[in-house]
């Protein structure tokens, strides 16, 4: 998929090839994943600001995010909300 992006303070137009994203959902946590198991055994990461140290196979599997069927929603700036309903059936 080629999208157009303009450069140079918009005086120039340039087409850029764009392959698949992976940069959120399902496709972000495969990709982390597959990073994760090509980490070495004597790797040790740093969380929380640096206080906390973990060890990748420490690590808990990625859970599935929870179903937001039935579940209302506010939009609007908060002024009106609405309720998710399944669209298949």
Same mark, same amino acid.
């Given at each position: 998929?080629?999208?157009?992006?303009?450069?140079?303070?918009?005086?120039?137009?340039?087409?850029?090839?764009?392959?698949?994203?992976?940069?959120?959902?399902? *496709?972000?946590?495969? $990709?982390?994943?597959? /990073?994760?198991?090509?980490?070495?055994?004597?790797? #040790?990461?740093?969380?929380? &600001? !640096?206080?906390?140290?973990? *060890?990748?196979?420490? $690590?808990?599997?990625? /859970?599935?995010?929870?179903?937001?069927?039935?579940? #209302?929603?506010?939009?609007? &700036? !908060?002024?009106?909300?609405?309720?998710?309903?399944?669209?298949?059936?």
């Amino acid at each position: 998929m080629k999208i157009q992006k303009i450069t140079n303070r918009g005086t120039s137009i340039d087409f850029v090839d764009v392959t698949e994203q992976n940069w959120a959902g399902d *496709s972000f946590r495969r $990709l982390q994943q597959n /990073r994760l198991k090509q980490i070495g055994k004597n790797i #040790t990461m740093h969380l929380g &600001r !640096g206080i906390r140290t973990v *060890s990748p196979k420490d $690590l808990p599997p990625p /859970r599935s995010r929870k179903s937001t069927l039935g579940m #209302t929603r506010i939009i609007n &700036r !908060g002024t009106a909300s609405r309720k998710s309903i399944n669209k298949g059936t």
